[in-house]
């Protein structure tokens, strides 16, 4: 799947939010519609000759984002051994390590290597104070210094702020369609709705 950011720039969330929040339902969407929620990811790639010759055509992407999902954990507390910290989010501890059978097969991140120039490892922490992103970043120090990715950090943070102050003044968050199984509404009704009732 390609997701385009369809005339978003990067800078959206703090010069225009709303476009930015509608940017985010849109590719919301779109990643809810992908069949068996891409389980198949990569057949038409690596296993059809046919298609996977089309395919390589296409340009590598520079940056890959690898979502996790949604974890309970207790509160922050330093790692087990063995335990990992996560990288920019500083503090806490992953919900899952290597099982102790399979130290054979473990290798160090930094000698793991990545397949893009940048790769985001996100996943979504349930603790009892609330719900916290953990983002580990991983980069080919080759082409990008730790200068950079610290830039890079504080620009990722200043976004996500920006567009959580949006969402809890009202005007980015809300529902899609895929979040409304029993009713068949596009997304300009239910932003009429929201927009309407918001204050109820």
Same mark, same amino acid.
């Given at each position: 799947?390609r997701?385009?950011a369809?005339?978003?720039?990067p800078?959206?969330?703090?010069e225009d @939010?709303e476009?930015?929040?509608?940017? $985010?339902?849109?590719?919301? =969407?779109? $990643?809810?519609?992908? @069949?068996?929620?891409?389980?198949?990811?990569g !057949?038409?790639?690596y296993?059809d000759p046919? &298609?996977?010759?089309?395919?390589a055509?296409?340009?590598?992407?520079q940056?890959?984002?690898?979502?996790?999902?949604?974890?309970?954990v207790?509160?922050? =507390?330093p790692? @087990?051994?063995?335990?990992r910290e996560? /990288? &920019?989010? /500083? /503090?806490?501890v !992953?919900?899952?390590?290597? &099982?102790? =059978?399979s130290?054979?097969l473990?290798?160090? =991140?930094?000698?793991?290597?990545?397949?893009?120039?940048?790769d985001l490892?996100i996943?979504?922490?349930?603790?009892?104070?609330g719900t916290?992103?953990?983002?580990?970043?991983?980069h080919a *120090? $080759?082409?990008?210094d730790?200068?950079?990715?610290?830039e890079?950090? !504080?620009?990722?943070?200043?976004?996500?702020?920006? $567009?959580l102050?949006?969402?809890?003044?009202?005007?980015?968050?809300?529902?899609?369609? *895929?979040?409304?199984?029993?009713? *068949?509404? *596009? !997304?300009?009704e239910?932003?009429?709705f929201e927009?309407?009732?918001r204050?109820?």
């Amino acid at each position: 799947m390609r997701l385009t950011a369809d005339g978003v720039g990067p800078r959206a969330p703090y010069e225009d @939010p709303e476009a930015a929040g509608r940017l $985010l339902k849109h590719l919301k =969407e779109r $990643l809810r519609a992908v @069949p068996a929620g891409g389980v198949g990811f990569g !057949q038409l790639r690596y296993l059809d000759p046919v &298609a996977g010759a089309e395919l390589a055509k296409g340009p590598r992407p520079q940056i890959s984002f690898n979502y996790l999902g949604r974890f309970n954990v207790g509160p922050a =507390e330093p790692a @087990p051994p063995g335990g990992r910290e996560t /990288g &920019a989010a /500083g /503090g806490h501890v !992953q919900p899952w390590i290597p &099982a102790a =059978e399979s130290d054979a097969l473990w290798r160090d =991140e930094a000698t793991v290597g990545v397949d893009t120039a940048l790769d985001l490892s996100i996943a979504a922490l349930r603790r009892p104070t609330g719900t916290e992103l953990s983002v580990t970043w991983h980069h080919a *120090s $080759l082409l990008l210094d730790a200068a950079r990715i610290a830039e890079l950090n !504080q620009w990722w943070r200043e976004a996500l702020e920006a $567009l959580l102050d949006s969402a809890r003044g009202g005007t980015t968050a809300g529902h899609t369609s *895929s979040d409304l199984g029993l009713v *068949s509404l *596009s !997304q300009d009704e239910i932003d009429e709705f929201e927009d309407e009732w918001r204050n109820l």
